[in-house]
């Protein structure tokens, strides 16, 4: 029967190192979501393995455990606590897959309620099976898939859960084989596994490794589902994501979270690719009335075209981002509703920019579109204040070749869709009212997003008309074109932009970027307005415009000061923080380049102590029998030195068994006599003091022989 004492210190020492294998499961939530507060989280887990580790009532574990979630959900969400109303309307979510619309509080107790089973299913294994195996080969198999299909880099991670499993394993096996386990054991087996542990992790770092063995399997699980989909699928509908034919619009769009860019843009813009102008009933065309298409040089100051020249009253923050393109579609991206001013890319001859679409190609010297990896965008970003908008309530005198092509519309327009229009807009006395009133229109319940079982117009029916009047369940096409056509029909110009959403924010090789994918492929609205220039709006319901608004007539010089100190403060310290990461990731290159031989040395004498150690049954032995040979008067202490050896051997003494009995089990199992002669002799030394140097001289052979064969 194991000691209570030796039982705790060894369930201490397994509890500890699977909350670090929990950790684990953590680091990845952090970095691939928007998850944050992340030590709340780690604190449950600590607080939940606690509690199970001391053995409480499970009456009191509730308790604490549900007071801890309570606490946290009251300090995260305003001093709130969840109302039945918000748990009624969160679980109905849950019921119909509807999971995107849960508040966050919500979200939040589910996650503790994942944590709260998992630290249970740990105790369980811990104290009813006695066998982790499952919950270490799982993390180890969720940091295989993490590593293989997200950005998430879990080279440090799979060393630290290789550690941590090997050691719970080993002290289980330890338990497994030694029931009656003492703590003088424990420690010699945990140093033996830690130096194992240490050797081999050593090993694993320094030695040269070789470069990836099988192909990505991302490629081929693609195809493989593109296969079993059918390509002649009748039923088959189109994938989200960018496409330069926008003539014929609706029906319904799958997900493709395929990866189109990263950028490192510090503001949540959209990026848009190019806007349409020509409304046909079905869809957009662009229109070749604004001139042919020129080149630009590459990083030469764009703010001649009208498209990115900021007015003088509009406020501006210059910025910088750069681009990295996985899936090339031979155009530029830049932030939308911002005033681009150049863009920088290595081998690119020049831009070709085309006002119809107002897009930006790369070119090669012969005038083909040049396939490019990564490029600088310089930008500027508008502060746009509310009292320049209501200023604007007609078209000026500049406006009469843009008023014609910005607020075209066919002739099979319905007459409702006029009605609408200036239903919505008679009562405001501005261009910027009209457009926030029919923008606002969208927020309506009536109104449901969705890109499944989306249908196509008739064939003599008008898009905007069937999603207005009939349908009213559409994507991003439907709202912004939708939010256009009305616009004109109230005589404002707009027009359809599409480009991208931010993306998300993950990690790639330490940096933080946004990753955006096809699924964040997006429409929104442009409107046009005399003296500012085209601003964005968003009328798809889920979205919302990153532009920034103030309201000079609301805001008094102490504020603005108070404002630009804080951005400069911001600034400051965004500045502070970059180049505190640079200078740290300086620091850690020289660290390893100067560590590195040391480490080389340190695992040289590991494994010569190491291999030392292993073997010492072979060259103890001898080394003992060397020592002893020029000694003459040491009988005792050369039986006492076998004594030692014969225990390394693993013929160990029992507690209780006298000299005799234990001389007699070493010659039975080395098939002598030797043994009990000496033994003989060594208690007759022992208890009448006689001289040791005759009994040497007569014993040193026997004493070697069975020295020798403790080696064997």
Known sequence: MMPKRIENIIQLFIYVFSFFLLTEWMRPV?????????????????????????????????????????????????DTLFSIRELEVNMAYVWSGDWVLMTNSFRTLLFFTLLWLVT??????????????????????????????????ASAAIVRVVIAGVMILGVMKLVHLFPALSLRLLGKWSMSLIVMVAFFVSMGLLLPKPGPQWPDPIPFIQSFSEQAKGEDSAASVSKVGYSEDDSKLGGSIEPDSSVVFYHTATTNDYWKVESKNVYTGKGWVSSVGEGTAFPLANGDELTELENYEGPEQVATKALAASISIME???????????????????????????????????????????????????????????????????????????????????????????????ELTENQSNWYDKVKAVEDYFDQPEFVYSKEDIPYPAKDQDYVDQFLFETRIGYCDNYSTSMVVL???????????????EGERTVKEGEVIYQVTNNNAHSWVEVYFSGIGWVPFEPTKGFSSESEFINSDRTTHRDTEHSTVREDQAETLQREEKNAVSEQRGTNGE????????????????????????????????????RYKRKSICFSEAYEVLVKQLHRAGLKRLDGQTFREYAAYIDSVYDTNLMTELTRRYEIILYRGDEEGEAWKELQESWETLMRKTSS
């Open 30 to 78: 952090s970095e691939l979501t928007d998850t944050g507060n992340m030590k709340v989280f780690i604190l449950f887990i600590i607080l939940s393995l606690a509690v199970h580790f001391f053995s409480l009532h499970w009456l009191a574990r509730s308790v604490v455990l549900i007071g801890y979630i309570a606490v946290v959900v009251y300090m995260l969400y305003d």
């Open 120 to 153: 249970y299913l740990i105790h369980y294994w811990i104290y009813m099976k006695s066998n982790l195996f499952f919950f270490f080969s799982m993390t180890v198999i969720l940091l295989a898939i993490l590593d293989t299909f997200t950005l998430y880099n």
């Open 328 to 422: 090339d579609q031979g155009h530029i991206l830049y932030p939308a509703g911002s005033y681009l001013k150049n863009v920088k890319a290595d081998g690119v001859s020049f831009f070709l920019y085309e006002p119809n679409l107002k897009k930006l190609t790369p070119q090669t010297a012969d005038g083909t579109v040049q396939d490019i990896s990564e490029y600088m965008v310089n930008y500027e970003q508008p502060r746009y204040d509310l009292a320049q908008f209501r200023k604007v309530t007609e078209a000026d005198e500049t406006m009469d070749v843009l008023m014609d092509l910005y607020t075209q519309l066919p002739d099979s327009i319905p007459s409702r869709v006029y009605d609408l229009a200036r």
């Open 487 to 501: 616009l004109r029909a109230a005589g404002i110009p707009a027009r359809w932009a599409k480009g991208y959403t």
């Open 591 to 626: 660290f390893i380049a100067i560590m590195k031989p040391f480490w080389i040395s340190l695992g040289t004498v590991v494994i010569v102590v190491l291999s030392l150690f292993l073997t010492r049954r072979k060259w103890v032995p001898r080394l003992l029998i060397a």
